[in-house]
């Protein structure tokens, strides 16, 4: 099973991740996308990276503004999977806006 992180460990990861808050219970950010098709292209594409890596955000929509929570369900709280998923999360978005 992965290794939970400590409140100080996910703080620091926090610090490289501008867009995303949270505390050892979860990590989240939101993103606003152009219109609900780009909204819905993005999650399509978060949904292929959270099947390659096993690893599945909670997801929010409301029309163009998305939400997404990483938490790693079965630990009961935030590792590194959540972490790297975070990133690529930043990545899909970033190349979206
Ligand atoms: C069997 C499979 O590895 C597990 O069910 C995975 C799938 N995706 C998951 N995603 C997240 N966020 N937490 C989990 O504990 C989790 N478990």
Same mark, same amino acid.
């Given at each position: 099973?992965?290794?939970?992180?400590?409140?100080?460990?996910?703080? $620091? $990861?926090?610090?490289?991740?501008?867009?995303?808050?949270?505390?050892?219970?979860?990590?989240?950010?939101?993103?606003?996308?152009?219109?609900? #098709?780009?909204?819905?292209?993005?999650? +399509?594409?978060?949904?292929?990276?959270? $099947?390659?890596?096993?690893?599945? #955000? +909670? !997801?929010?929509?409301?029309?163009?503004?998305?939400?997404?929570?990483?938490?790693?369900?079965?630990?009961?709280?935030?590792?590194?999977?959540? !972490? $790297?998923?975070?990133?690529? !999360?930043?990545?899909?978005?970033?190349?979206?806006?």
């Amino acid at each position: 099973m992965a290794d939970l992180l400590t409140a100080d460990a996910v703080r $620091e $990861e926090l610090s490289r991740l501008p867009d995303w808050s949270g505390d050892p219970t979860g990590i989240g950010r939101t993103a606003q996308l152009g219109s609900f #098709p780009a909204a819905i292209a993005v999650v +399509d594409r978060v949904a292929t990276v959270a $099947e390659e890596l096993d690893h599945h #955000p +909670d !997801i929010d929509i409301r029309w163009r503004t998305l939400t997404f929570r990483c938490v790693t369900h079965s630990a009961g709280g935030v590792t590194h999977r959540d !972490i $790297e998923l975070a990133r690529r !999360i930043d990545d899909i978005v970033r190349s979206a806006a």
